[in-house]
């Protein structure tokens, strides 16, 4: 049983167990020639296991108990402060906001706040922080969906809020090079005024951090157009538990000197090491933009449309969103937003981006003119105006801010053949029955990526215990993944409400988990 | 020290070496628990050490003595008879083409030439070698030209010429499974029947292999376009040292549970295990292609006419390649080919792709007119017609085949910034006077990646001293790397003559070095 074994695809009835590190270990020196396993070692008893120190109220006996990490003591404040004099954070209610996740499921109790500005401080933080064995929760923008951007415990939290600037930018190359604490919208408005754009955007914009969406790997509304972070993200910098500084911050479209190493924590959730640094490849920001929102009375149709779109749209397709009716109710009765067209079982967000509006919209008409004279789509609106544009994103943009209404929400992020997805959704609702009081279905067609969400007016075991392990066996008998771009987090199943925890795919989960950057993006 | 450290950007002095496996050690016991190090070191003691087994002629003290492999015995031929009766090669006559690389400039002795077809014999062999301590050379297409893929000394060659199978194709997704012997030529003829086509393009695509692609991380022609493989190849199956199989052949777009564990093997030549699948995401094959072949005067009006390019033909644009002059002329003296404009000092290959043949042509007519009208342009010609097309094209592809008629050359893959290109090929061409017969320069503009190739009519160690380490320096100077997508290979300096080594970049390659199914990428 190896690290190797955890990524491959198992039998849904497979028993591997693998923790990541069952316990604290002083084996770490009989591998000091191995240093890639030690620092790895050693961050996951900084952040992992700073995610499993002492039982939550309510835990269940699954649930990992408080590793004997130190407590924070006077001399670890005064270090601190010393080093970050006016960042180091310890009144409760200026704490609070750090130890509670954006969705309001999950809270932690750490009792100090730290936010370094430069690399360098953040290396002294994590080398005083091993040597101290004081366990640590890096924390971004804390707009993650999987409980994994909080502490559990009492780690102290390392944010990456004040590291804000923008080092270089090449308008020749479009390679931004910025400190990870960058809020995504800050980045795009600074692209912007120079003829540029992020390759990627998402939802939680105005508060995620670039660190964060690289850490957790975000996939977002432009991943169909633009490819993943994976391809588009030229260099890291980044912070091992130690302290050491690992500079991998190439600025070269393309270098094939030695193993990529910075794609290890691109989507590792901090657990290998704190992103300090991205350089990333920006695209030229488009001449001409167009969004169109339709409407159509069938998924198959959707389908339908979506392929045509792929044919007749071709290199300035930029999205291709849904949203169901039941997503609809919700933004109108909770967010009070007004639904642009007739109503229609399912809701289509059509983005165009190129370089010539006259060719644009001319592809774009067509291609309406067709799926509207072959009842493809039955009602729909275009926007080629930033305002109207801005309205029309946002009813696809605030399917989550909307469901934080509903009461409890049990929220999953499946990947799918796109084909299937919207199976899932409805044989979820004929599973269920009147347990749930909604299951609505939204995401990204283009990548084939669901997100199911189940209401309930508050937390629900019974709803719980019928929701799993059935939806995790449904997705993976369509060979597809229990998380395509949120992440794993920390939410196991016994602990907490919205889970990615499953024996199917997480199953290395089993009593240590990932922990720190993650969960910058909600979708 | 440590693998991390590897990777860091180091100052220009540093004295730092890293020996990625010194010296065959039994250490690996004290690391059971981090299989992914002792994986990794297995594959270092097969593949890596297979690579620097016995001193060949001519070696100075530098060059790495061979390790104590076991030779291949009549009970290992049994073996392999046995596991592949049929496709276990030991004629010499067979052997040969298997020995010597594609510009015939390095040899290895090979007795053995092994062909499966399936990922369970590549399984066996590897377990049976490892077992035995047999050393084994990888080997795809072998169009590489950093001598990584023939053996060194007596490696047993494992070809994966005979896995040539494709798995599956999603029309609907677009996602190709294939076995990695896959003839990237081959697949693009499979997509195109079905719509599709490959995300990458390389003037070896007649012979190299889709796994060698992705061991080294080809770039090649449509990387402006589709960006790279990291992005593009969604999952692989590996053969560790040990004979153990990872599979990752997932076939997802989004994918975030848990570490990308396939980037790994991305672009590091065979030596973490042998891919034997790949499963990438295909493009639609775009309707209409337009390619112009145009002159400039000056390398300043390339990259203006480079600049203005991205902005007037934005998403259509799919490839901006150039040559010089003297590129020309070789293809005119040894090829036979017809410069189809007036002589100028650069050319440039610009291909459009998109869905709409009314909207590119105007796009590149506009384009065309301006870059003429302000004579950034002196001459040009346009194809839409496919013989055209693969003619013009053949000026940029063909450029490698012909310096190979030229005697003897220097070959450098250098990454800078675009607009630093052509400097260095100015700077070498001052450097060196009369020392070389031509210093010429083609590549990559869209990529900042630069062909430098310095010929001379045979061998001439004078010549190599005065080329290195100054193309080094000059590369380190500008942040450039120096294998922007060949890889890294095998050529240290004082072995072979096309050499990566480099204290500057590649100093762990102190004596030993990766090797595998490197250099499927001609350029």
Redo the contacts between chains.
Sequence with gaps: M????????LPLKSTYIWSLCPQYST?LT??D?????R?S?LIQHRCVHSRVMGASPGNTGAAPPRLPFSRVTQEDLAFFRALLPGRTITDPDLLKSSNVDWLKTVEGNSEVLLRPKTTEEVSQILRHCNERNLAVCPQGGNTGLVGGSVPVFDEIILSTSLMSQVITF?N??GILTCQAGCVLENLSNYLEERGFIMPLDLGAKGSCHIGGNVS??A?GLR?LRY??L???VLGLEVV?ADG?I????????????????K??F???EGTLGVITAVSILCP?K??AVNVAFLGCSSFQQLLETF?RC???????LSAFEFLDASCMSLLEKHLKLTNPITESPFYIVIET????AT?DE??LHKFLEEVMTSSLVTDGTVATEATKIKALWSLRERVTEALTHEGYTYKYDI?????KIYDLVQDMRGHLGDMAKNVVGYG?VG???LHLNITSPSKDPALLAAIEPYVYEWTSEW??????????GFNSRPVRPCT?FSPL??F?RGNGSPTGFSGENYP
């Excluded at 792929?310 to 300035?316: D, K, N, P, T």
């Excluded at 981006?353 to 010539?356: D, K, L, P, Q, V």
């Excluded at 060979?479 to 794993?488: F, M, V, W």
Aim: hydrophobic share 30%.
């Design positions: 190896g690290i190797f074994q955890r990524f491959a695809r084996d009989t591998v020639s191995a240093l890639i396993v620092s070692q090449d020749i190359s957790t790997n996939g991943l490819g993943s994976r391809g588009t091992l050491r690992l500079n991998c911050l190439a600025t070269l479209r393309k270098d094939n000197t030695g193993y990529d190493l794609q290890l691109i989507g590792s030229h488009p001449k392929q792929r044919g007749m749209l071709g290199e300035i981006a190129g370089s010539n060719h001319e592809k990947s799918l053949p796109v084909e990204h990548d084939g990526n060979k597809g993944s229990i998380s395509a771009e949120h992440g794993l990615y795919r997480c290395w």
